[in-house]
Nanobody
Framework: QVQLVESGGGLVQPGGSLRLSCAAS????????MSWYHQAPGKQREFVAS?????VTLYTDSVKGRFTISRPDNTVYLQMNSLKPEDTAVYYC?????????WGQGTQVTVSS
């Protein structure tokens, strides 16, 4: 069974930066696509960014130009710059391979002065 483990969340002031990491366990397994979602209090989980095995990236409009997703191996990173209070949420990593979908446990990001 493949597990995803996130790290890198925390408290940051508006305008600051954070880098989230998501490592996939399980040797010899590679996801077709890896993504980040976030869920703010009282809201549904929403797509943030994704990267395919070939490096094709997608971003939701609200983070374009501020966030960068990368995937050097079976680890996916989300570099978040110019953070805003509305970016406050629990951030989840997701891996897709065919019908298999795996989620991490989530990491809290709080943007506040």
């Amino acid at each position: 069974q493949v597990q995803l483990v996130e790290s890198g969340g925390g408290l940051v002031q508006p305008g600051g930066s954070l880098r989230l990491s998501c490592a996939a366990s399980g040797s010899g397994f590679s996801f077709t696509a890896m993504s980040w979602y976030h869920q703010a209090p009282g809201k549904q989980r929403e797509f943030v960014a994704s990267v395919s095995r070939t490096g094709v990236t997608l971003y939701t409009d609200s983070v374009k130009g501020r966030f960068t997703i990368s995937r050097p191996d079976n680890t996916v990173y989300l570099q978040m710059n110019s953070l805003k209070p509305e970016d406050t949420a629990v951030y989840y990593c997701r891996g897709d391979r065919g019908a298999l979908v795996s989620w991490g446990q989530g990491t809290q990001v709080t943007v506040s002065s």
